[in-house]
């Protein structure tokens, strides 16, 4: 069983940026499938970012956002820079104890986290 935390969230104004944490417990971290999806109001839940061996993004965060990971100290990070209002949602960090061949869906996963509120303001 692996307990996941979020922190990081609050508001910026747009072209902001803000770091996200995944903290995990429970297990050791570093064969894990980590992945970012977010979701906004009255949208479906959406994928973010992954990363394994390498990392995945979505076409509209590519370039902007960065994913990496700590193994040491079980954190997974998501650096987000030039926010746009488009990108406020609730950011959920989510793992799987296996190399996913495709993490940008959603139901792979076995782990999520409570989420993490980002509002960006324009």
């Given at each position: ?121 324009s």
């Amino acid at each position: 069983q692996v307990q996941l935390v979020e922190s990081g969230g609050g508001l910026v104004q747009a072209g902001g940026s803000l770091r996200l944490s995944c903290a995990a417990s429970g297990r050791t971290f570093d064969k894990y499938t980590v992945g970012w999806f977010r979701q906004a109001p009255g949208k479906e839940r959406e994928f973010v970012a992954a990363i394994y061996w390498t990392t995945y993004y979505a076409d509209s965060v590519k370039g902007r956002f960065t994913i990496s990971r700590i193994n040491a100290t079980n954190t997974v990070y998501l650096q987000m820079n030039s926010l746009k209002p488009e990108d406020t949602a609730v950011y959920y960090c989510a793992a799987d104890p296996q190399q996913l061949p495709d993490p940008t869906g959603s139901s792979r996963y076995d782990y999520w986290g409570q989420g993490t509120q980002v509002t960006v303001s324009s």
